[in-house]
């Protein structure tokens, strides 16, 4: 499946946001043991990029492995050559859309207001990441999607396994987890366990069961 059908199957993206991504594959492991997939590591860690190819070389499809808070064209690129085979930026960043467009790799742009969010849309950005989900929560991702129906929106920043299916009840296409899910703290302590129980629940809240 292409990584646009894996978000729109799976409903969670894990956005692992570590320090340092020497544990990534063990990281990788544990949530797909937990039945978490789709997983984005952000570039504010040390080693992202790298551990991209090495969580692919690992896992293989088991995985979808694409990478976040993207703020260059460069990284964009980088990222792409990889293996990554998605991005996610925390706003607007054209030149990112652009990139992943010309690489034909699929791009979630954020956006926090309604104009930023079609502005993502209209640049190329075929999901739209709203940021943070906290502020609005899914009241807001219904009202925007009544005049806006055709956005496919994944709230991120403040969802949970205690909010999750509300988010994907209000129309949201999937919904990115990140603190909730893994920490430097739990990677630290090599509670790998623990976050594959988290999985586990973050996959149950999704379906509503």
Do not use: W
């Not at 991005?87 to 859309?97: A, D, F, G, L, N």
């Not at 207001?113 to 991702?141: N, Q, S, W, Y």
């Amino acid at each position: 499946m292409s990584a646009v059908e894996q978000i729109l199957a799976k409903k969670i993206i894990a956005v692992v946001r570590l320090d340092d991504y020497s544990r990534a594959v063990d990281v990788a492991q544990a949530l797909a043991a937990g039945g978490v997939t789709v997983l984005e590591f952000t570039l504010t860690g040390q080693g992202a990029i790298e551990a991209v190819t090495a969580t692919r070389k690992a896992l293989g499809d088991a995985v979808c492995v694409g990478v976040g808070t993207v703020l260059k064209a460069e990284d964009a690129a980088a990222a792409i050559d990889a293996g990554a085979q998605f991005e996610v930026t925390p706003t607007v960043r054209r030149q990112v859309i652009e990139t992943c467009v010309k690489r034909d790799t699929l791009i979630l742009c954020g956006g926090q207001t309604p104009t930023e969010l079609l502005e993502a849309h209209e640049a190329g950005a075929e999901m739209v990441k709203v940021f943070p989900a906290r502020l609005g929560g899914p009241k807001f991702i219904k009202d925007v999607l009544a005049p806006l129906p055709f956005l496919k929106l994944v709230p991120t920043g403040g969802v949970g396994p205690e909010n999750a299916r509300e988010f994907l009840e209000a129309g949201a296409v999937a919904v990115g987890i990140g603190g909730n899910l893994v920490s430097n703290k739990l990677v630290a302590a090599g509670a790998f366990d623990q976050i594959t129980e988290t999985a586990r629940a973050c996959v149950s809240a999704a379906r509503g069961t």
